[in-house]
């Protein structure tokens, strides 16, 4: 019977813009992510707050108030370490303070040390897609220099200040989804298509400066602490076996891995140059960037898995949240919100970034979205979500059979959370359910799902449990 490693770090994962609520309590300042209606893909952003209008992330499940109960219910589903992110702008509220907002830090002391009572270990974000809007609209987000300094400054804060509690930290969310959705991941609003390349890799630069100096920061305050990146790594394959076709997929995936090429390797990758050269790209950078970059590279890559696409030569370039757009796969069936379900998919890609950098992985997200309904007797059973988790990791037990180094998995939205995609409440990844809807309504009450009962089971066998026919609630 297979196992996962003794120390294998299972957990969850969840985003405080998609949790906390308390938009504006203690001092926050408004992020990007509270500006939003119906989610960052395809939804509306004007950078106001419209009294009229309902923003799910607003009060989202109220995490901010109701931690305890949270932690207290994934503690007991078994979880070794849980991810979260530090929202910035309790902490900088508009970004550019030179002094800290205390009730933020007091918040997340707070928050850590009810994690750490369980002996579970915080994996923390120091940005998911939840920019202070000030840095957008004041400095036009990451395009400007000067969002290093402030990045740093909040970098240092939050590092010196629980150096004592997180052991693993995440540089930037899905960092490279700068292409596809630029404003939240990216923190940058494109106004110019013409110029939107040029906006793209200025940004990027200046965010690999900042990762650098996060790591470089990390090491010198918490030498034992880790600092990873964290990228959308669902992979891409060639609609076809037409070259053409296998090339541009090819080309397409390098967009993604860019950001891990430099995080990772410390420099600008070869093929960079062409696509600046081609695209009159000019990228400015300072004295002493490219040594900084080198000689901070990142521990580990922390990256999502939701699904796979498929590509044509030539086909236009879309992604969601869950990736890369793609074309039909005949192969593959999909989840009530039509993404294509790929389990061994998870298998290929740890082997492909493994075999590319030979650092260590951690599948900080994986997940299915799906909608639930309670029975007459009150429970939620949820076997398409078993089945979907159950499958992923299987073929990730087969990766880390085949060499790849895996540290962690963390299940997306242990409990529910509002979609970063579509600001829905209705798409839950959750084993522990939160009575709310799309509009707002509901208790907020708290209920397990039949995977809680699973999770666990999976979490104290080791995984043994996952080939296991008959499923405990
Ligand atoms: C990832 C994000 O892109 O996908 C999460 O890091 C997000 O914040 C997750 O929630 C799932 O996407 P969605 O749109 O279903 O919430």
Redesign the pocket.
């Known amino acids: 019977m297979k196992e996962f490693p003794k120390d294998f770090l299972w957990g969850g994962a969840i ?1 405080a813009n ?1 949790a906390e609520g308390a938009w504006n309590e203690d001092g926050k300042g408004p992020a990007i992510s509270d500006v939003y209606r119906n ?1 960052i893909v395809g939804g509306h952003f004007d950078g106001e707050v419209h009294e009229e209008h309902f923003y799910a992330s607003h009060e989202a499940i109220d995490f901010y108030h109701r931690y305890k109960e949270d932690i207290a219910l994934l503690a007991e589903s078994g979880i070794k370490c849980f991810r979260t992110s530090i929202a910035w702008s309790r902490i900088f509220p508009n970004g550019d303070e030179e002094e800290p907002n205390e009730k933020g830090l007091q918040f997340y002391d707070d928050l850590f040390n009810e994690i750490l009572k369980y002996g579970i270990e915080p994996v923390i974000t120091i940005s ?2 939840e920019i202070p809007l000030n840095l957008i609209l004041k400095y036009d987000g990451w395009k400007n220099r000067q969002l290093i300094g402030f990045y740093e400054r909040y970098a240092r804060t939050i590092i010196t200040r629980y150096k004592d509690k997180v052991k693993y930290w995440m540089n930037f ?2 960092i490279n989804h700068f292409h596809t959705i630029p404003l939240a991941a990216g923190g940058i609003l494109i106004k110019d298509e013409e110029q939107k390349l040029q906006d793209i890799y200025q940004a990027s630069h200046h965010v690999f400066v900042a990762s650098a100096l996060a790591k470089k920061l990390c090491h010198e305050i918490s030498p034992d602490a880790k600092m990873g990146c964290m990228l ?1 790594l669902s992979p891409i394959y060639p609609h076809t076996c037409n070259p053409d076709d296998i090339f541009d997929s090819y080309e397409l995936r390098r967009r993604s891995l860019f950001y891990s090429d430099v995080m990772i390797r410390g420099y600008y990758p070869s093929y960079a140059k062409r696509i600046w050269k081609e695209h009159g790209i000019s990228v400015v950078m300072e004295n002493g960037d490219l040594e900084l970059i080198k000689e901070n590279t990142v521990d580990y890559l922390g990256f ?1 898995y ?1 699904r796979s696409s498929t590509h044509k030569a030539g086909m236009p370039i879309l992604g ?3 990736g890369i757009i793609g074309l039909e796969n005949p192969y593959l069936e999909k989840t009530e919100w039509g993404w294509p379900i790929d389990p061994k998919g998870l298998r290929y890609v740890c082997n492909e970034l493994y075999d590319r950098y030979q650092i260590p992985l951690f599948i900080v ?1 994986n997940g299915y ?1 799906g909608r639930d309904e309670i029975d007459e007797n009150g429970e939620i059973h949820d076997d398409a979500r078993i089945d979907y988790i159950r499958k992923h990791l299987i073929q990730l037990q087969e990766a880390i059979e085949d060499g790849c180094e895996v540290i962690g998995y963390t299940w ?2 242990p409990i529910d959370i509002v ?4 600001g829905e409440m209705e ?1 839950r990844y959750g084993y522990i359910y939160v009575d709310k809807d799309n509009d707002g309504n509901g208790t907020l009450e708290r209920r397990k799902k039949k995977s809680f009962g699973w999770y666990k089971n999976v979490i104290e066998t080791d995984g043994r449990a996952l080939y296991e026919r008959n499923v405990k609630k």
């Open positions: 985003a998609q989610g998911h897609f969310n899905e959308s999502s939701y969601n949240t869950g997200e979205g997306w939205g979609s970063a995609g579509t798409k």
